[in-house]
């Protein structure tokens, strides 16, 4: 059995990657594939609970990325490592470059504790593909003033966005192999035009 594939979405809050989530996941459908899409924090009953935790309790910083982690490894032992397995391809909402760009970079969690974390839960994956939904702050920004209960990271400041989004290119530019850098800034047209390229390039 071949091994599926493992593809993230990323980016700051209010870059609109949730918006193409579906558009990218009918795409691999469209070719006969079986595929599960997930999301993080989350994915499994206990990573919800976690979610939960996370995103709207106030706690340390080490607390906040332990637990992330925590759930990540639920999520990697229960959800992504059998489907992959068995062939199929997953699709999550957010992954580890997640925990480097908010703990790492917006809160300022020291990037050698996350490698030692990261190491330790999935030492041995990392997804084929990640799509990084790249926008300016202001975009960003005026995408969350018209959202209703925000959690805890999406009514943070501006210098923590920007933090992040620094830590979210940095990653890309260590990574090229992997990362696709999308301008969500152009109309979802444009942006899904880009999308289908790629997915056809994987799928080929």
């Not at 079986?34 to 009953?45: A, F, I, K, N």
């Amino acid at each position: 059995m071949q091994r599926g594939k493992f593809i993230t979405f990323e980016g700051i809050d209010g870059a609109g990657k949730s918006t193409h989530i579906q558009f990218v996941s009918d795409c691999i459908r469209a070719r006969g594939i079986d595929l599960v899409s997930s999301r993080e924090p989350g994915g499994t009953p206990l990573g919800e609970k976690l979610r939960e935790l996370v995103l709207h309790e106030t706690m340390h910083l080490e607390t906040e990325a332990l637990l992330m982690f925590a759930s990540r490894r639920e999520h990697v032992a229960q959800v992504i490592a059998p489907a992959l397995e068995r062939g199929a391809w997953v699709i999550s909402d957010r992954f580890t470059d997640a925990s480097f760009a908010y703990q790492g970079g917006g809160r300022g969690l020291a990037l050698s504790k996350l490698e030692a974390l990261e190491q330790w839960v999935h030492p041995d994956l990392q997804p084929d593909l990640t799509f990084l939904f790249d926008v300016p702050l202001d975009v960003a920004r005026a995408r969350l003033d018209a959202t209703r209960d925000l959690d805890k990271f999406e009514k943070e400041r501006a210098d923590f966005f920007n933090a992040t989004r620094n830590e979210y290119l940095r990653r890309a530019a260590q990574f090229p192999q992997r990362f696709r850098v999308i301008d969500s800034s152009r109309t979802i047209p444009e942006i899904q035009a880009e999308l289908r390229a790629i997915m056809e390039s994987l799928c080929a």
